[in-house]
């Protein structure tokens, strides 16, 4: 079996225009979503990270604002700086890039965020609701993997998803999603003993484990749909996922490429939080 690409871009594309579409109709309200990114530092990966963020967000017809902060910015002007985007009537979506510079500490920062625009879903007031199944902001990796499933017509219900990876922005919150749509979830992570026992099982098999091509056809069952989250550079410097996307696709009967795959979702769900956010400030 050689299985179907899941097209990212695709997907996100066309999520991107119905974002678009009630953009337009708030500011014929008289009504601008806008998201503020603070980027601390000079790393690179970040800034092309942010980079990508202002881009989409200004297509979307949003007000983008960034801050710019120093490496040597202090944890007591940064948490200034968020309680004032707090207290911004013209701000709906707050996003602090991570990571931060060792001498902050990421949790208090989190926190310091107003949770109703907490649009990256990391505060712990965001992350409790959506355990317990209230209305709440998603992370945004996992909220854009469900959207993959649900818009490619892959049944959840009752189905066996396997996680390869236990972080906090998207393993985790990735099994409760899924359990909540009446999956049947199992987390794997770098310390699983028998690896293959477990992903061979899966009927969704999401890996986000963060090293280059991890999984390999051996890991996958016939006919399942793989996601691969992964975003490394192989030896010859490529982009390459967490998965080997040549083997696993022979096994696999849908499967996300990388890049255009996981990737162009994660910021789609962002602009679909900030309007969310948007949207309930009008109402
Ligand atoms: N760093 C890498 N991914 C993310 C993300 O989704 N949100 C934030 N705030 N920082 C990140």
Do not use: W
């Not at 625009?117 to 990391?122: A, R, S, W």
Request: hydrophobic share 40%; with cysteine.
């Amino acid at each position: 079996m050689t299985g179907k690409l899941i097209d990212g871009k695709a997907i996100g594309q066309e999520i991107r225009e119905e974002i678009k579409q009630r953009v337009d109709s708030l500011k014929e309200k008289g009504m601008q979503p806008g998201l503020a990114v603070i980027l601390v530092g000079d790393n690179q990966a970040s800034r092309t990270y942010v980079r990508n963020k202002e881009k989409s967000s200004i297509e979307a017809g949003m007000k983008s604002v960034l801050i710019e902060l120093p490496e040597t910015v202090s944890e007591e002007d940064l948490l200034a700086q968020v309680a004032e985007l707090n207290k911004d009537d013209s701000i709906h979506g707050i996003l602090v890039q991570l990571p931060l510079p060792k001498h902050i500490d990421e949790d208090l920062v989190i926190q310091a965020i107003d949770p109703d625009k907490d649009v990256d879903g990391f505060h712990p007031i965001n992350v409790g609701k959506m355990i317990i199944g209230q209305r709440a902001y998603l992370s945004c990796t996992p909220y854009g993997i469900i959207k993959l499933l649900e818009r490619t017509g892959t049944e959840i219900r009752g189905k066996h998803a396997v996680i390869v990876g236990r972080s906090n922005i998207v393993g985790k919150p990735m099994g409760q999603l899924l359990l909540q749509r009446d999956a049947t979830v199992t987390y794997c992570h770098s310390k699983t003993e028998n690896l293959a026992e477990f992903t061979k099982q899966a009927d969704i098999l999401i890996v986000a484990i963060g090293r280059a091509k991890f999984i390999t056809a051996e890991h996958v069952k016939d006919g399942a749909v793989v996601i691969d989250v992964g975003m490394n550079r192989d030896e010859n410097g490529k982009l390459c996922g967490d998965v080997e996307f040549e083997t696993a696709k022979e096994k696999a009967s849908a499967i996300t490429p990388v890049p255009g795959g996981v990737g162009p979702m994660t910021i789609t769900m962002l602009l679909k939080n900030t309007l969310q956010s948007a949207e309930k400030a009008c109402a």
